[in-house]
Each structure stands twice: as C-alpha cells, then as structure tokens.
C-alpha cells in the first residue's frame, strides 16, 4: 500500500478561517485537537505539518460542505454555533472536536443540503 504526502496547510489559512467564520483560537484549537497553547505555538511556523494539515483539510470539506447547505459563511457560523436538533441538541462546534463529531456534522450538512431535514 502506497501513502501520500498531503499538502500542508499554510498558518495564514487557519488564522483566516478564525476569521472569516469568527471563531476564536480556542474553538480552532479544539478542532484541531490541540491546546490553546499548542495552537499558538502552532501559528507561529508556516506550516501546520502532516497530522493537523489533515485535520485542517478536513475541517474545511465541514466549511464548504455548510457553506453550500447554508448560503453563506455567516449562516454556517451561527449554525455551527447553535445547538441543533438533527445531533440530539449537541452543538456542532463542539463535535467537531473529535473526527466522529466531525463526521456527523458533515453528514448532517449533506442531508440539509438535499433537504433532508428528519
């Protein structure tokens, strides 16, 4: 089996995530699975290495996967920000701590986007 190198993600595409979608550094640095801390020592190289770019890679399918469900980076904020019903009342911030939540609030980001809504 044959693994690839994923393209590293740049600080500078987190830092403008933080702030295009208003989250602060501690709801990105529990996306990426990282301290605050760590976060910041994180955004302090060009780079966010293998592990946490792959994370990022993902994080941001969740963005245009919501932005497309939602209409727009404002609505997908407020969304990602509000307990929702469609993940028995979890905040969907909150679950994309881990790679399961994460995988669940994509899912349920599809299903709005084909008007799926039970």
Known sequence: M???????AKSDEVKEAVAAYGFTKDDMAGILGVSEKTYYNMMLKPTLGQEKSDRFHFIQQIFESGEEALGSKNS???WLKTPQPMLDGYVPLDMMRTITGSNRVLQILGRIKHGITA
Not at 2 to 8: A, G, L, R, S
């Open 2 to 8: 044959k693994f690839y190198k994923i393209k590293e």
């Open 76 to 78: 997908l904020s407020n």
